[in-house]
């Protein structure tokens, strides 16, 4: 994850805001950590401070053995159901995986996008994805300085979100204190920018406009 990180770093100059959504949170947390002086803003979507548990870093685990030895399609069609919305799936989760794998025609959707843009994705950056992923550690500690510093923060989740739930979004927004705001997407699963583009792009938005008007306060 630090390596990530300092990919990331090269890549920008002067201060920043950064924004992820679930991996790209835990990311987003480590870059904020490694140049906190650099930040103006962060915002997480659908994603967590914490470090992985035991038994997440099992099933991590496990989903390497099932990539490696079966491909991606056994995790895409086991995940459906934890990562969206009911509302977002197919009647048939593996029937709509396999027509998509082979190129079949299907509605163009939040799942749709799920799908192909894993399989592009492919198995071995998933490997490396999930093996960076359990690398992290917890970074709660970057909420309090946040705080401390007066950096607007911005956390959004699903209330449907199963992998990073609303509980979840409230222990981060609690942390970081009165400049956290917190916006939960109703009928919304763990993949918010898919499932729920537009009222994420309104949050992203508002989030841009506080991190402006206080750069505004600090040149008065």
């Known amino acids: ?20 959504l679930s991996m790209g949170g835990y990311v987003s947390l480590a870059v904020a950590a490694a140049a906190p002086e650099r930040l103006r803003g962060l915002m997480l ?25 079966q491909g991606l399609e056994p995790i895409l ?16 989760i593996q029937l709509g995986v396999q027509t998509i794998a082979e190129g079949g025609p299907w509605e163009e959707g939040p799942f749709k996008s799920f799908v192909s843009g894993a399989l592009e994705v492919g198995g071995p950056a998933f490997a490396q994805q999930q093996r960076c992923i359990m690398s992290r550690v917890d970074t709660r500690y970057v909420l309090e300085n946040l705080r401390e510093a007066g950096i607007p923060l911005a ?11 609303v509980k979840v979004a409230e222990e981060m927004s609690s942390i970081a204190g009165s400049l ?7 009928d919304c699963g763990h993949l918010s920018a898919l499932e729920c583009p537009t009222r994420v792009a309104d949050a992203i938005e508002e989030w841009l406009r506080r991190i402006d008007s206080q750069k505004g306060d600090s040149n008065n």
């Open 155 to 165: 956390v959004l989740t699903g209330s449907h979100d199963a992998v990073t739930p």
């Open 180 to 186: 956290c705001t917190l916006t939960v997407v109703e």
């Open 45 to 69: 979507l659908n994603s967590q401070a914490r470090a992985d548990s035991e038994e997440v870093r099992r099933r991590r685990q496990e989903q390497l053995v099932v990539s490696k030895d």
């Open 1 to 20: 994850m630090d390596g990530a990180a300092r990919s990331i770093l090269r890549l920008v100059e002067g201060s920043f805001a950064i924004a992820g």
């Open 77 to 92: 069609e086991a995940q459906a159901n934890i990562l969206m919305h009911p509302s977002k799936l197919p009647p048939n």
